[in-house]
């Protein structure tokens, strides 16, 4: 065992402050990671609030952070996919049993002995998972991704999260060219939602209450911007779209989107409001719509996103902050006033 800084809250209502951690010694099997930047999740926010308190209560303190890059400083004996120096990254998981039939078909994210990278029971230490609000982690080998050498550190650690849960609902939906793609909300997983329609050749149209986003939307690969709450514009694109990625986690008119789709389209919600959202069943029976939600993705397919990125040098656009502003971070993240993912800066734990 060895102490770590960290930043921790220590209750719903407390604000963050530095704090010393305990992390393992890695084992034959680990990698050790010194962290260089750790994106901030409305996750993080909902978690460290305990805002999900009835269906994943937080245990304090807690550590935050799932979407983390940094450089390898040790190895264990029989690990073959990293050497101290590398470029590593750690997102939402740091385990599973391996021996599912979920995990068998590379989507361990549905594993129900899954452990996330925070606030989870640690089958090491027994106690809990502390996340990337620190300045260093180990992992299983397994859990460790390789980090493309062109991409921007800060900008790519967004990706673990915001990154792979807007790219896998649409690899499984089979987003390509040809395909006319809606993404609903411009924010931190929206905006990486256009970025990868466009990438992937899509036809893509950004839906968004908000005037002031349309030329941002474009900018970001948008090739229409529909203001949703526009009647005849919405109008226009009915029973048209192949796919639409819902990013919104507010309450919203998820039928008014259902109603966008064509034959056998789907929408899939990564967003997630806290309360239920209506949904008109004859709006799905007459052209076999689909509606569905999708959860971050497996190991494999993250290193593809990963990759993907790399050739096509995409990063999440962030706003670089200092550990010690997380807490303004928490109440502007709140707001949806950041454009569109704050990314920490991990050097500044240092000067605690």
């Known amino acids: 065992m060895y102490n770590a800084k960290a930043y921790a809250t220590p209750s719903a209502t407390s604000p963050f402050a530095p704090t010393t951690i305990v992390r393992r010694d890695p084992t034959d099997k680990d990698v050790q990671i010194e962290i260089l930047f750790c994106g901030v999740c409305h996750s993080d926010v909902h978690t460290a609030r305990d805002e999900w308190k009835e269906v994943m209560p937080t245990v304090y303190p807690c550590v935050p952070g799932h979407e983390i890059v940094g450089r390898v400083t040790k190895v264990g004996s029989a690990v073959t996919k990293f050497k101290v120096g590398d470029i590593a990254a750690v997102g939402c998981m740091v385990d599973s049993d391996r021996t599912c039939p979920e995990c068998k078909a590379g989507l361990e994210q549905f594993c129900n002995n899954m452990e996330f990278t925070y606030n989870f029971p640690d089958k090491h230490t027994g106690k809990v998972t502390y996340g990337g609000y620190s300045d260093s982690i180990v992992v299983d080998e397994h ?127 990564v967003g997630a409001p806290d309360k239920p959202l209506p949904v008109g069943v004859f709006g799905l029976l007459f052209r076999r719509r689909s509606f569905s939600g999708s959860l971050i993705g497996g190991i494999a397919e993250t290193q593809e996103m990963l990759d993907f990125c790399g050739k096509n040098n995409i990063t999440s656009d962030v706003e670089v902050i200092p550990i010690q502003k997380i807490n303004e971070a928490y109440d502007r993240v709140v707001k949806s006033d950041v454009k569109y993912r704050f990314s920490i800066d991990m050097a500044s734990l240092k000067a605690e």
């Open 143 to 269: 859990f460790v991704l390789n980090v493309p050498s062109n991409l921007d550190l800060a900008g790519a650690a967004p990706l673990l999260c915001a990154g792979i849960t807007t790219y896998s609902p649409m690899k499984h939906w089979c987003v390509t060219e040809g395909k006319k793609v809606g993404v609903v909300g411009l924010g931190g997983l929206g905006h990486m939602g256009v970025k990868f329609a466009h990438a992937l050749g899509a036809h893509t149209v950004v839906f968004t209450t908000s005037p002031s986003k349309v030329e941002d939307a474009k900018r970001l690969g948008a090739d229409e911007v529909v203001i949703s709450k526009d009647a005849n514009e919405m109008a226009k694109h009915a029973g048209s779209f192949d796919f639409i990625l819902d990013a919104v986690a507010a309450q919203h008119d998820i039928n008014a989107y259902i109603n966008m789709l064509r034959r056998d389209g789907n929408i899939t919600m």
